[in-house]
């Protein structure tokens, strides 16, 4: 008897602790749980102050007064002046070579600069911003991409084989967006890359150098009255085409240049009537090389003006 009083007493002795923890840990998480969700409620009210201070202190929001995927530019409104902070940037390609000028070109206006890449090469964004527009265009960017970024740019990526991001996604600068490609409008694989203001075209070599792999300096102070002066400037500074060539022709000159001792990266731009097999014959190399270097094949057409590697 005593025994069984025994095991009764122990039995609800334990039945009680275990209660008495089990409610005290209950009253611990219910005190906790207020507090957690209003530390959670002031992580996301402050992560959301500060993007919505990020967004709406940006020079683009003072720029644009709309967000539309359907147009690739359209100009607004230009300012007078307007200052470019051109910190925190990445070049949108490694490459060094320009093929194109902006400026006129064969009888039109050439709104960007064309820079040499190959079909695959990583294009990354310059600066942070917003993907405004993902699309192709048979007749004139091919495989594009628009980003509006948080400085007032715009920057316009042409011609790539594949596009890497959506519409109305957020982008770092560096970010890759796509891949260097020949689609479109396009004579051999390459980059087309503009800046754009409100819609306007602005010479990109005034804010880049290629050569270089920079940004002309921490910020680009863009005025109407001197810009025209200050572009043609700019693509004698960095961006005429025909200095990218000229060591190369002169070394080239003479001979048969059946030899590329020193390991260099050689091009040949396209002079009208030229075909595969006298370039070939020029540069002392074979039909099939050029069509290895610049992914064609012997029976695509090639034109004056376009740039083919040959060594």
Not at 53 to 66: G, V
Not at 195 to 219: H, K, M, W
Not at 278 to 303: F, P
Request: proline share 2%; hydrophobic share 30%; net charge positive.
């Amino acid at each position: 008897m005593y025994f069984k009083r025994t095991i009764k007493t122990l039995a609800f002795t334990a039945l009680f602790t275990i209660t008495a923890v089990s409610a005290s840990a209950q009253d611990l998480l219910a005190r906790q749980a207020p507090i957690d969700r209003k530390m959670k409620a002031v992580d996301t009210l402050a992560l959301k102050n500060i993007i919505h201070r990020e967004q709406t202190n940006s020079p683009s929001a003072q720029l644009y007064k709309e967000w539309s995927n359907k147009y690739a530019h359209r100009a607004t409104n230009l300012p007078d002046s307007f200052l470019i902070n051109l910190k925190h940037f990445c070049m949108p390609t490694t490459s060094k070579v320009i093929t194109s000028n902006f400026g006129r070109r064969w009888g039109r206006m050439h709104k960007g600069i064309d820079v040499k890449v190959y079909i695959g090469d990583t294009i990354r964004a310059a600066f942070s911003g917003k993907v405004r527009i993902v699309r192709y265009e048979a007749n004139g960017y091919g495989n594009y991409v628009v980003i509006r970024h948080y400085n007032g740019l715009e920057t316009i990526y042409g011609h790539m084989s594949k596009q890497l991001v959506e519409e109305n996604q957020t982008v770092r600068a560096g970010e890759p967006i796509g891949l260097g490609g020949n689609t479109g409008r396009s004579t051999g694989s390459h980059l087309h890359f503009e800046t754009r203001l409100c819609g306007v075209a602005l010479n990109p070599a005034l804010l880049f150098d290629f050569r270089n792999q920079d940004v002309t300096g921490d910020t680009y102070l863009f005025r109407r009255d001197t810009y025209d002066n200050e572009s043609e400037l700019a693509n004698k500074d960095r961006g005429k085409v025909d200095n990218d060539y000229a060591s190369t022709s002169k070394r080239n000159s003479s001979g048969n240049n059946k030899n590329n001792d020193s390991g260099d990266i050689r091009y040949h731009k396209v002079q009208k009537g030229e075909t595969l097999s006298s370039i070939a014959k020029k540069r002392g190399t074979t039909i099939e090389e050029l069509c290895k270097l610049n992914h064609l094949t012997k029976k695509m057409r090639i034109r004056p003006g376009q740039i083919l590697r040959y060594s």
